[in-house]
Antibody, heavy 116, light 106 residues
């Protein structure tokens, strides 16, 4: 079955950087577009970034554009989110998600608290 | 921008729930999805393409609408249906979510 396992979360200081990873299994990773979605504590879902199967097209929410970079390694079946210049309002659980007629699979999420 | 209403819906088990999602611009291809999220869990997809029911979703869940106005209907609420519900458009970037509707037990 589809498995998406995020890692790399943890406390980071404002202005710092962090890279999240998502290990995918149970499906042909290279043929599916992928998303990152986040959820601040007690808040709603916020779409963050999207990447097409071949990595050729990437889209970002305005709130992260210019600071975050989504990428993927189709040989290792891993999705990445490089986060730079982190701010307090980036504090959230970050979910890796698979796109197939909308988002049909989600990881368990990894928490990124941005705090000094 | 997607606006969901109402913010909170207070109903009893067995009642019908109607949730709304309005887009500020026409949703390309009616690529509108609905998700359910239970506290402490990741979301799960219920509806895609405005009206397509995802695999394993009970038929008491149905989606309708087109253009800018969409509806999720739960015909008869079961205890496990009390949760948060979000809509998302995935026709054009940004693939934004609505603010959510909480369905709570009255």
């Amino acid at each position: 079955q589809v498995q998406l396992v995020e890692s790399g979360g943890g406390v980071v200081q404002p202005g710092g950087s962090l890279t999240l990873s998502c290990a995918a299994s149970g499906f042909t990773f290279s043929t599916y577009a992928m998303h990152w979605v986040r959820q601040a504590p007690g808040k709603g879902l916020e779409w963050v970034a999207f990447i097409r199967p071949d990595g050729g097209n990437k889209f970002y929410a305005d709130s992260v554009k210019g600071r975050f970079i989504i990428s993927r390694d189709n040989t290792q079946n891993i999705l990445y989110l490089q986060m730079n210049r982190l701010r307090g309002d980036d504090t959230a659980v970050y979910y890796c998600a698979k796109h197939n007629f909308a988002i049909d699979s989600w990881g368990q999420g990894t928490l990124v608290p941005v705090s000094s | 921008v997607l606006t969901q209403s109402p913010g909170t819906l207070s109903l009893s088990p067995g009642e019908r729930a109607t949730l709304f999602c309005r887009a500020s611009q026409r949703v390309t291809g009616n690529y509108l999805a609905w998700y359910q999220q239970i506290p402490g869990q990741a979301p799960r997809v219920l509806i895609y393409g405005a009206s397509g029911r995802a695999a394993g979703v009970p038929d008491r869940f149905s989606g309708s609408g087109s253009g800018t106005d969409f509806t999720l209907t739960i015909s008869r609420l079961e205890p496990e249906d009390f949760a948060m519900y979000y809509c998302q458009q995935y026709g054009d970037s940004p693939f934004a979510f609505g603010g959510g509707t909480k369905v709570e037990i009255k």
